[in-house]
């Protein structure tokens, strides 16, 4: 049997938001907890999108490490 732990669960969000003047900006929401959410707003959709992967490898990277931390200390 092959055995599996979850590292990461988390959620990708994409909103299109008006300003004050009607200026179009896009807002990408990384995460689901209000303390380790990662919150990226830019008014070219195409700058979020060429930056995802670095922005989802410092979530997966934070993420994991607090995941491996806690287990540490739940261990001692």
Same mark, same amino acid.
């Given at each position: 049997? +092959?055995? $599996? +732990?979850? !590292? &990461?669960?988390?959620?990708? #969000? &994409?909103?299109?938001?008006?300003?004050?003047? /009607?200026?179009?900006?896009y807002k990408l929401i990384l995460g689901t907890d209000d303390e380790t959410r990662?919150?990226?707003?830019? /008014?070219?959709?195409?700058? !979020? &999108?060429?930056? !995802?992967?670095?922005? &989802?490898? +410092?979530?997966? /990277? $934070? /993420?994991? !490490?607090?995941?491996?931390? $806690?287990?540490? #200390?739940? $261990?001692?």
């Amino acid at each position: 049997m +092959t055995m $599996s +732990t979850s !590292l &990461l669960n988390t959620s990708i #969000e &994409l909103k299109r938001e008006f300003g004050d003047d /009607q200026t179009v900006y896009y807002k990408l929401i990384l995460g689901t907890d209000d303390e380790t959410r990662v919150v990226i707003t830019d /008014q070219h959709i195409e700058n !979020l &999108l060429t930056d !995802l992967p670095n922005f &989802l490898s +410092t979530v997966i /990277q $934070s /993420q994991v !490490l607090i995941e491996n931390i $806690s287990a540490k #200390e739940e $261990s001692k």
